[in-house]
């Protein structure tokens, strides 16, 4: 294990499209989504670990997930968990952790990845970062992993390379927001874009450089604090300083605005699990086509349907296509596939008529 290799692992999402299995108070990351055994943040935890010193992987959260994370991750120690006393978006929280790290291991090379996405094959995944790494630790460059597009989604930003290069590490053209339908389409027949996973690596001095010439307001705000970090001063200097950060995306922040960003084009089948329809297509389908965690079920003439309850409980579905049924205990929702991305507006309906405790 190289002892400069180091991973934030951003576990701070509510994962609201997931409602109401992930709710506020206990989010998709803490739970077993897939039904195997695991909650996400541990089978990420673990897949980190082949290459990084498990002493090395931070965990980036909201101060209210702390006891859950200890809960989850028992072999972790206080300094490797950051708590966020506010929701700021990820360039605060990774300029946070990077500087804290640069004080801990100057030489420090590191992984960004999101605690909650569905990656099966470890090993490329590792091969990948390895590779990443590699570069990052002789040239100062920000690395993305791209994955390459299976159809036109619309719900993912997009990474435009540079066509011309025939290494496996391309230059990146530029960032591309989430496009319409005909936009996305566009960009599949040119070839050379990836979806954004928003899973990066860098060495701690090449991000740190990067915000202290692209956000120089919020680099000094942290920056004030280097004396505090990974002393018994730092709770208090960022409780007091975190608030004060500007919401704003990491991707936006330096990504878009720095030249020396590379993308690797991932080589292992990648799942974000941002909505339960994309957790459908992940699991296994009995013969109608129905996705079923933890349930009993009995169907008929029901098919392509998300079915999940508690544990053993026996569910019976009969002339229903396309839809989740979502059992759980104070709440039940039977809601089209189709209308997935609107879950995020009936839980804040849900909230409006029932109050706040329902989401």
């Not at 992993?145 to 036109?152: D, M, R």
């Amino acid at each position: 294990m190289n002892k400069n290799y180091y991973a934030i692992l951003m576990a701070g999402g509510v994962g609201s499209r997931f409602w109401p299995v992930s709710t506020e108070a206990f989010p998709k990351q803490f739970h077993d989504m897939l039904g195997t055994g695991d909650t996400l943040i541990q089978k990420t935890f673990q897949r980190l670990s082949h290459l990084i010193p498990k002493e090395n992987i931070f965990i980036l959260t909201n101060e209210r997930y702390n006891d859950l994370v200890f809960e989850q991750l028992p072999g972790i120690t206080q300094r490797q968990v950051l708590l966020e006393p506010a929701m700021r978006n990820t360039a605060p929280c990774i300029l946070y952790a990077s500087l804290k790290i640069q004080k801990e291991n100057p030489d420090a090379i590191m992984i960004v990845a999101p605690s909650d996405h569905w990656i099966e094959d470890e090993t490329t995944f590792s091969k990948n970062v390895q590779q990443a790494f590699d570069y990052c630790s002789t040239n100062d460059a920000l690395m993305t992993l791209g994955i390459q597009p299976t159809f036109p989604n619309t719900g993912y930003g997009y990474i435009e390379f540079d066509k011309a290069s025939g290494q496996s590490i391309k230059p990146v053209n530029q960032f591309r927001e989430k496009p319409d339908y005909e936009t996305a389409k566009q960009f599949i027949a040119q070839g050379n874009f990836l979806w954004n996973a928003g899973i990066f690596m860098w060495s701690v001095k090449s991000v740190v450089e990067a915000f202290k010439n692209n956000q120089p307001k919020l680099y000094m705000l942290f920056e004030a604090g280097i004396s505090a970090y990974n002393t018994n001063l730092e709770d208090a200097f960022i409780k007091e300083n975190y608030p004060n950060a500007e919401n704003i995306s990491v991707d936006y922040a330096i990504m878009e605005k720095s030249n020396n960003v590379y993308v690797i084009a991932a080589e292992f089948d990648w799942n974000d699990l941002g909505t339960w329809g994309s957790l459908y297509d992940k699991l296994d389908k009995d013969r109608s086509g129905n996705a079923v965690v933890n349930a009993k079920t009995l169907t008929e003439e029901a098919s392509g349907n998300m079915i999940r309850s508690k544990k053993d409980k026996i569910v019976v579905v009969d002339g229903l296509q396309d839809y989740i049924i979502v059992d759980k205990e104070d709440v039940l929702l039977i809601y089209p596939k189709a209308k997935e991305q609107d879950i995020k507006k009936v839980l804040q309906k849900v909230k409006d008529k029932f109050g706040k405790h329902h989401g």
